[in-house]
């Protein structure tokens, strides 16, 4: 349970929304991953704001014309969508909005928007983090420290080693972005091929297994829609060279598991 303070914590441990939900328009859904104590209860006392949780909505989706979510998942949405009524925009925490998304919510007038923008340099930072680890096998590194051991041996460096990175969409271009100032050399792949003012070309889907076979890494950044779902199947992973690594930072059904498995038993991922 979040831990707010005062009425909010109070209420939500008792199962109650914070304030009386027929009072506020606009519901902020928090999980234990909630923003902190302080700014929830500033936009419940400045902005007539109800707080609740996924367990609770059903109490606050006849009243309420915007949802604020914080969780990546709000599975009561689909189960009480019938109770709002009054429900005109949600908005998401999250860049992506699979999360909330189901039919009669698609085919409905409410308006759904996402966090587009925000996450762009963090993620790529942590992207960039990962392909250092990679390169300089730091996961190594910390349990030899463990073992206070010292131990000479080589590592690899990123200069000029070739990354892949699926998704041409803000953070996929933050990713682009930031890889290059460590000078390695960036593909960029969307929906369609085009020209770009910044990268130059983007690559298209028909470009993917040529671009997999060139690649020392490849980062997935792309959104979870009907054409992505299952795009790393076994001809993806084929296609791979034996040294290339892998980086999911976008949805975990963008990758066949089964196939990912069978190509690392396979050792035909590094």
Sequence with gaps: MPSFPDKSAENLRAGRPYPTPTNARIAVVVNDDAPSASCINLLVAQAGVVVTTDELLNEVLPH??????WPFLLP???????RASSLRWIHTATAGVDGVLFRELTESSVQV???RGIFDDSIAEYVLGLLL???????????????H??????????????VLVLGAGPIGRAIARLTQQVHMT?????????????????LGRADFHRALRRADFVVIAAPLTE?????????AFSAMSPHARLINIGRGPIIDESELLAAIRDDRLA
Aim: charged share 35%; proline share 1%; aromatic share 10%.
């Design 186 to 202: 960036v593909e960029l792949m969307g929906q369609r091929a085009r020209e770009d003012a910044e990268f130059g070309s983007i």
């Design 149 to 162: 051991e010292w131990k000479h041996r080589d590592t690899e460096r990123l200069f000029e080693r070739r």
């Design 133 to 147: 680890a990679f390169a300089k096998d730091l996961p190594h590194t910390l349990e030899l420290q463990r073992r």
């Design 64 to 69: 309420v014309e915007v949802l604020f979510v």
């Design 227 to 235: 054409t992505t779902r299952g795009m790393f199947d076994r001809a």
């Design 113 to 115: 928007t996402n966090s």
């Design 76 to 82: 009561s949405l689909q189960r009480e969508w019938q």
